[in-house]
């Protein structure tokens, strides 16, 4: 049953606006009114597990009391003022929080407002980095195939998603890409970039990619190994490795970072999506103190970084963050070691219906890849269908996502299997 409310919602939302990757002439609009743990509820009171985890950025569920709190004690004090020549107490703690997590490798921290931008920040911090050091040669990157980065046109310069990419061709920065390791032992990539690094390190700045696994496109996971021999490749011949991990990163891989699991310590590191907890729009690039530096000089030597958005380290989003990462610390990483063995178990399940291609997992970021019926793709029907066993899903083409916040419970892993498996189901008729 639809209410008056949710049916005047819906109607001037179609009246006067224009979603995200939507195709606007065939949706149709779900109206969340709240949230509450793991759930989200519609305006007429319907509850769904939030199995994407809102765009994969939810972290400790919504409505989190201390999550609540920390903004609401901020906004007692301080909205928001520039980080433009000014600085303020939530900005500088977060940054000090951050850097005790994140690799050794790296010390400072550079704010941003979404994963895109932390990825166009390390792009031209590294950029910069090489023109102020005299090495003005070194102007390409060398990406993942498939890759996604991000939408901004610097981001999207290092995207390999011919399906989003192609069409903006034009406007691009050109970029290298090494063949995606997935699915294979990783040796013909790792060929492929050695063979592109000693032919022409002299103009490649940095590697860009996702350490472990690559999200959007398609959950494909690495094989052992290959972000570490990457990484010595990467510093063998001088060229900077840039890690995003704004899908992995704050312990959805069953690690604060992914980069931990091999070890390696990245020149420059992209964080967003969970840095907030999932409340508000924040992003990070993490840099070392050697890339730092290069920038240091008189104000008149002009060669400081020239980037920043209006709301960078908006007060708000950093004391959210603060307490996100206090949390994480204290529970909910310990929540996702726990998990992890449990989703596996039901992955293992799901892996042997006859319409389920192969399953992906790595921690709590799952890839369930289906096969297609009469050469039609399922997953965004399957998708939709979930909705009324109460999941909410997203897939990526083929690939249906399991995304859920960190502090998923048992019996919100035994709904997520049983909607999806009845959803294929349904579709397999
Ligand atoms: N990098 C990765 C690995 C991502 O998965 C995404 C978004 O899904 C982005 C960058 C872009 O983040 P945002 O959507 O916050 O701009």
């Excluded at 995606?180 to 060929?191: E, F, H, I, K, V």
């Excluded at 604060?256 to 999506?273: N, Y």
């Excluded at 709301?311 to 204290?330: F, I, K, M």
Aim: net charge negative; proline share 4%.
């Amino acid at each position: 049953m639809t209410n008056d409310l949710t049916r005047g919602l819906v109607e001037l939302d179609r009246q006067v606006l224009w979603h995200p990757f939507t195709q606007m002439s065939e949706w149709s609009p779900l109206v969340i009114a709240r949230g509450e743990g793991n759930y989200l509820f519609d305006t007429d009171g319907r509850k769904y597990l939030d199995g994407v985890s809102s765009l994969w950025c939810n972290v400790h569920g919504h409505h989190h009391p201390r999550l609540d709190h920390a903004v609401r004690t901020q906004l007692d004090k301080l909205a928001h003022s520039t980080f433009l020549g000014l600085t303020h107490e939530p900005g500088i703690r977060l940054a000090g929080a951050l850097l005790e997590v994140a690799p050794k490798s790296l010390s400072r921290v550079f704010y941003s407002d979404s994963g895109s931008t932390a990825v166009e920040i390390a792009l031209k911090q590294s950029f910069q980095y090489w023109q102020l050091r005299g090495r003005t040669s070194k102007q390409k990157f060398l990406r993942l195939g498939e890759a996604y980065h991000g939408d901004t046109l610097g981001a999207v310069g290092v995207g390999g998603i011919d399906l989003f990419h192609r069409i903006f061709g034009p406007l691009l920065t050109s970029s290298i890409a090494i063949p995606s390791p997935s699915g294979t032992d990783g040796s013909y990539a790792l060929q492929r970039l050695e063979e592109e690094l000693e032919r022409r390190s002299y103009e490649i700045a940095a590697f860009i990619f996702e350490p472990l696994i690559q999200g959007a496109a398609g959950m494909l996971v690495h094989p052992p190994g290959f972000l570490k021999r990457a990484a010595e490749l990467c510093r063998r011949y001088g060229v900077h490795l840039i890690l995003d991990e704004v899908a992995t990163g704050f312990g959805r891989t069953g690690t604060m970072f992914a980069c931990e699991q091999e070890g390696v310590d990245p020149d420059l590191m992209c964080l967003a999506k969970g840095i907030s907890g999932g409340y508000l729009p924040l992003a990070a690039t993490l840099a070392s103190e050697e890339i730092y530096s290069a920038f240091l000089g008189s104000h008149g030597e002009m060669k400081h970084f020239f980037h920043g958005h209006t709301y960078t380290a908006n007060p708000l989003a950093c004391a959210v963050g603060l307490e996100s990462l206090a949390l994480l610390r204290e529970s909910t990483m310990a929540n996702v070691r726990e998990r992890i063995p449990a989703i596996k178990v039901a992955l293992d399940r799901l892996a042997s219906h006859r319409l389920v291609k192969q399953v992906r997992q790595v921690g709590m970021m799952v890839g369930i890849e289906l096969h297609p019926v009469d050469g039609q793709f399922l997953g965004r029907e399957v998708c939709d269908q979930a909705r009324s066993h109460g999941v909410i899903l997203r897939n990526l083409g083929d690939v249906v996502v399991w995304m859920p916040p960190l502090t998923l419970q048992e019996s919100d892993l035994e709904l997520l299997e049983h909607a999806t498996t009845r959803a294929i189901d349904q579709r397999a008729r």
